[in-house]
T-cell receptor, first 112, second 111 residues
Framework: NAGVTQTPKFQVLKTGQSMTLQCAQD?????MYWYRQDPGMGLRLIYY???????DKGEVPNGYNVSRLNKREFSLRLESAAPSQTSVYFC???????????FGPGTRLTVT | QQPVQSPQAVILREGEDAVINCSSS?????VHWYRQKHGEAPVFLMI?????EQKGHEKISASFNEKKQQSSLYLTASQLSYSGTYFC????????????FGGGTRLMVKP
């Protein structure tokens, strides 16, 4: 039981490049989330998915797209990376009956 | 709008107590507390729901004042393992589905 996994762990991009961050959970959770955390700051919600087939914008969705591929997987895409997107990205999931969000280990992204 | 946490940082000796506060300008239905150690993912500590229900994992207590739109986390007899950054997350009426996190309180416990 791996919980929430994220790939890659680290990534460096040049301005304008695109990439997809992958997230998967094996806890049969319905809800999944993408957050970003800038140095010394709290977590800000980018997008979330309450269930398979649905996605909604969070606080800071501009510059990102998401796909809820199936119940297990929720990916985050940066179409044209900008230095302002340098951050640590966390994926999280939550079960239908529970309140706790389980976080993945994070992806550290640097855009130069 | 982001909840406001205070203090921003606190240093304790092992065995001392601390209180971390979280206040919101919006009506609160739930408050969630997480702890994040340096370089790691946040870990759930507890949730407080409107109406008084609480659920948590550890020997950490908290209060939720719905009228004042505030919550406080009480760390008593602190241990070295309590060090980290504490975040409160405030939820709307769909508890837990969408959280807005505060800026965090950095806690350091020294021997």
């Amino acid at each position: 039981n791996a919980g929430v996994t994220q790939t890659p762990k680290f990534q460096v991009l040049k301005t304008g490049q695109s990439m997809t961050l992958q997230c998967a959970q094996d806890m049969n959770h319905n809800s999944m989330y993408w957050y970003r955390q800038d140095p010394g700051m709290g977590l800000r919600l980018i997008y979330y998915s309450a269930s398979e087939g649905t996605t909604d914008k969070g606080e800071v969705p501009n510059g990102y797209n998401v796909s809820r591929l199936n119940k297990r997987e929720f990916s985050l895409r940066l179409e044209s990376a900008a230095p302002s997107q340098t951050s640590v990205y966390f994926c999280a999931s939550r079960g239908r009956q529970g309140y706790e969000q389980y976080f993945g280990p994070g992806t550290r992204l640097t855009v130069t | 709008q982001q909840p406001v946490q205070s203090p921003q940082a606190v240093i304790l000796r092992e065995g001392e107590d601390a209180v971390i506060n979280c206040s919101s300008s919006k009506a609160l239905y739930s408050v969630h507390w997480y702890r994040q150690k340096h370089g790691e993912a946040p870990v759930f500590l507890m949730i407080l729901l409107k109406g008084g229900e609480q659920k948590g994992h550890e020997k950490i207590s908290a209060s939720f004042n719905e009228k004042k739109q505030q919550s406080s986390l009480y760390l008593t007899a602190s241990q070295l393992s309590y060090s980290g950054t504490y975040f409160c997350g405030t939820g709307g009426n769909n508890a837990g589905n969408m959280l807005t996190f505060g800026g965090g309180t950095r806690l350091m416990v020294k021997p």
